[in-house]
């Protein structure tokens, strides 16, 4: 690890001075991602003189305390013991930053909710689910995008599509791919029984122009007339647009937008970013895993969630993690469970080597 971070020191000094080059200033690509690996590398090579310090620190402090006695003793071995526990936080924060990065996190992200299992319930299921990561997009600091919402007959969303971009918001909402299951009484429910029902959550990275090249004659357009809450037209021409790319048979519908070239527009980004996904899952031979893994069948027996309305709480299965402040996660503080999955990730692949 030391030699590594040694590099990475040297290639701090090299990306610090290429930044003070005249011909880098002039051309913004390039220095927009030289900017961007000199934070990468800022953050490392400061913990690394960090760990070099206390390291030294420590090593002195093991050094003098035969010598001494009494109150001095005591104070160089507080010193000694600070000194430890930093270097190994450090250490740790280190490893951590070693791991090599996802490939998407610097993508903005596509995210799809659709009522699954559950009729009309799971569908205002959806629209309680979109809340949440509404709310947590802004205490994030992240930007969101709704890109098409199809609306249900009580309001609720037979499908929402988003995108969310900013810092870290790729390496938190990737955990949030898969079936969430809801455990309540309905507001259809006259008796007051629990039932239990389930949406699911799809995330994709969102493509670049230039990434994913698709051939118009692939494409099958169809237009149709927007709808709202309860089917009414929402306009009177047919500007929505669903999309069909025949050799994989993906299919993406718009109509948020007055016309149909906006809607096709955005219907293009997120057939581009279905695709990229799907390229990369068959890069890593695990495309029908992978796939499964974020949607399954949307079945209530099938969950990486479970949010239990009577008990307060909030369940994740994959990590065994359980909250009893569902009211508060619902509004948007996903924090501890967005942070323990996070951490699960990392410990995973520190123990996996990578």
Request: zero cysteines; aromatic letters at 4%; proline letters at 3%.
């Amino acid at each position: 690890m030391l030699d590594k971070l040694q590099a990475l020191e040297r290639e701090l000094d090299d990306v610090e001075a290429r930044l003070a080059d005249p011909a880098i200033l002039a051309d913004q690509a390039r220095y927009r991602d030289l900017a961007k690996r000199h934070k990468e590398l800022d953050t490392i090579v400061s913990r690394a003189r960090e760990l070099r310090t206390r390291t030294a620190d420590a090593d002195t402090a093991r050094e003098m305390l035969p010598e001494l006695s009494g109150e001095d003793r005591e104070m160089i071995r507080t010193e000694l013991a600070e000194a430890e526990a930093d270097v190994a936080r450090l250490t740790a924060e280190i490893e951590v930053l070693l791991l090599p990065k996802d490939p998407n996190d610097d993508r903005n992200v596509i995210v799809e909710i659709r009522g699954a299992e559950g009729g009309e319930e799971a569908n205002l299921f959806a629209k309680d689910l979109f809340g949440m990561y509404q709310g947590f997009a802004q205490r994030m600091g992240w930007r969101l995008e709704v890109l098409n919402t199809d609306w249900s007959d009580l309001g609720g969303f037979n499908e929402v599509t988003f995108v969310v971009s900013g810092d870290g918001a790729w390496s938190r909402l990737k955990h949030e791919g898969g079936p969430h299951r809801v455990q309540r009484v309905p507001v259809t429910e006259s008796q007051g029984r629990i039932h239990t029902s389930s949406a699911t959550v799809t995330v994709l990275p969102e493509a670049d122009e230039v990434e994913v090249e698709i051939d118009p004659n692939d494409l099958q357009v169809d237009y149709f007339r927007s709808s709202g809450p309860g089917g009414q037209s929402v306009n009177t021409t047919d500007s929505a647009v669903r999309l069909t790319h025949r050799p994989t048979g993906v299919t993406v519908s718009m109509q948020d937008q007055k016309s149909q070239i906006q809607n096709k527009a955005k219907a293009m980004q997120v057939l581009a970013s279905r695709l990229l996904k799907l390229e990369q899952d068959r890069q890593a031979s695990e495309l029908s895993e992978a796939r499964r893994d974020q949607t399954g069948g949307g079945g209530r027996s099938e969950k990486v969630r479970t949010y239990n309305f009577k008990e307060n709480r909030v369940s994740d299965h994959r990590i065994g993690l359980t909250i009893h402040k569902l009211d508060k996660v619902l509004q948007g503080e996903l924090d501890d469970v967005s942070d323990a999955l996070v951490q699960d990730e990392q410990t995973r692949r520190l123990t996996e080597g990578g």
